[in-house]
């Protein structure tokens, strides 16, 4: 049922001018001071102030205050807090008489309350978002008239209010997004544009993340001695903070390595500077591995793994197992030794981030490295593009779509 309002047209028609005044304006302290000043001159009144409630501190607070200085209040305490709890209306004819009237403020300031009317302000949605108050009604008492007059502004008030969270919201998606999209940016000039050629080697490399950023990453490069360079990291969750860390990680891997390529030692520095970082419950799985071009492959894994090796042609694929926990976990750090892999021509090294062999079908079934081996084995003759080729199809067919819920990446390295 439509409410019938008795207001005068004269009243309305300055009511009408604040709605237009919404519809022009995203200042919102502008806003306010006129729905303030409409408030004091429609219903004579010696003060008018609206309180905008403040979830950090649980207050009201006076985000205007004609005739005042600045007041902050218990979100539930004095007459304000009653109107803003019970989101309803208040006219008290005599303040003193009320006993939920602070005299505090009165006594501090000098000025004389007589009485009030303070109408909440709702959102569409009929959550309060504050209060409205006129203070002394001149040469009287605030009447029907004044009541139906303060809720129209109370109303618009409520839309102001809301539509400018709105669009500070809108204005933080779109700058977080921006932010996203420049942070994915830095991340991908990260990955190598193109693998390090070498005459006996063969290497290819592939990420997807599963948002705009993601918490793994690969790196290919050639070492100072004539070496390939591998690493592949995943860092725990996905999105920006893991981006940064894996990205960290990476950033070392290569430093350090051109200072000693032995991977035990270079894990063990990451972990050292890492470990001190990182927020507790932060980590990194780290892949590190030195391959000559007579095919020598000194590896370390820091929690990284399975990682899947075929010798040479003849030989069966078998699985590397990680040698050291995670970077970041342990101040006491330890990396196994581990046997160098001798390599023929025709081996193949695959390295996988969990995203792959922990795809999950609809079913909820996990793609498994066993499906990646029978891959391997089916492509025993393929080039290391169509064997990752076909991985990645395989992927998401099993997953049913393209995009994965966990990142997902994969380095192949070939000898020939």
């Known amino acids: 049922m439509t409410r019938q309002y008795t207001i005068s047209a004269d009243k309305m028609r300055e009511v009408l001018e604040v709605s237009r005044l919404l519809a022009v304006t995203s200042d919102l302290d502008h806003l306010l001071m006129e729905i303030a000043k409409a408030t004091q001159a429609l219903l004579g009144a010696e003060r008018a102030s609206i309180f905008l409630h403040d979830g950090g501190t649980g207050e009201l607070w006076t985000k205007v205050a004609l005739g005042a200085k600045p007041i902050r209040v218990p979100a539930g305490a004095g007459i304000v807090g009653h109107v803003f709890k019970t989101n309803c209306p208040l006219n008290i004819p005599d303040a003193y008489a009320d006993g939920r009237f602070n005299r505090e403020i009165d006594r501090i300031t000098g000025f004389v309350t007589r009485n009030l009317l303070s109408v909440p302000m709702i959102d569409l949605k009929g959550r309060p978002l504050g209060v409205i108050q006129a203070v002394n009604k001149i040469g009287g008492l605030f009447e029907r008239e004044d009541e139906e007059t303060i809720e129209l502004l109370a109303a618009q008030g ?207 079934d996990m793609f498994g490295v066993d499906r990646v081996v029978q891959i391997l084995n089916d492509g025993i003759n393929a080039s290391p593009e169509a064997l990752l080729k076909n991985v990645r199809d395989a992927v998401v067919v099993w997953q049913g779509k393209e995009e994965p819920v966990d990142d997902q990446s994969i380095v192949l390295v070939q000898c020939r």
């Not at 071009?293 to 000194?298: D, P």
Request: proline share 6%; charged share 20%; glycine share 10%.
């Open 158 to 364: 409520g839309v102001a209010i809301q539509r400018y969270h709105l669009q500070v919201d809108a204005i933080q998606v779109v700058e977080l997004r921006r932010e996203m999209d420049l942070a994915k940016h830095v991340q991908e000039s990260l990955l190598p544009k193109h693998p390090p050629e070498f005459e006996r080697l063969l290497a290819v490399g592939w990420t997807r993340p599963a948002s705009i950023t993601g918490g793994d990453a690969y790196d290919l490069w050639t070492i100072s001695e004539g070496k390939l360079g591998i690493f592949l990291g995943d860092a725990s969750g996905h999105g920006l903070a893991p981006a940064l860390i894996v990205s960290q990680a990476r950033t070392l891997a290569r430093a350090l390595s051109e200072i000693d390529c032995d991977p035990r030692w270079v894990l063990t520095r990451m972990n050292n500077r890492l470990v001190h970082d990182l927020e507790l419950g932060r980590f990194v799985t780290v892949f590190m591995a030195c391959l000559d071009q007579g095919g020598q492959l000194t590896w370390a894994s820091a929690g990284h793994g399975p990682i899947l090796c075929r010798r040479g042609p003849g030989h069966a694929i078998e699985v590397l197992y990680p040698t050291a926990p995670p970077i970041g976990v342990l101040d006491d750090f330890a990396v196994d030794q581990t046997e160098v892999v001798s390599m023929e021509c025709g081996g193949l090294l695959i390295v996988m981030s969990d995203g792959i062999f922990e795809a999950q079908g609809p079913d909820g």
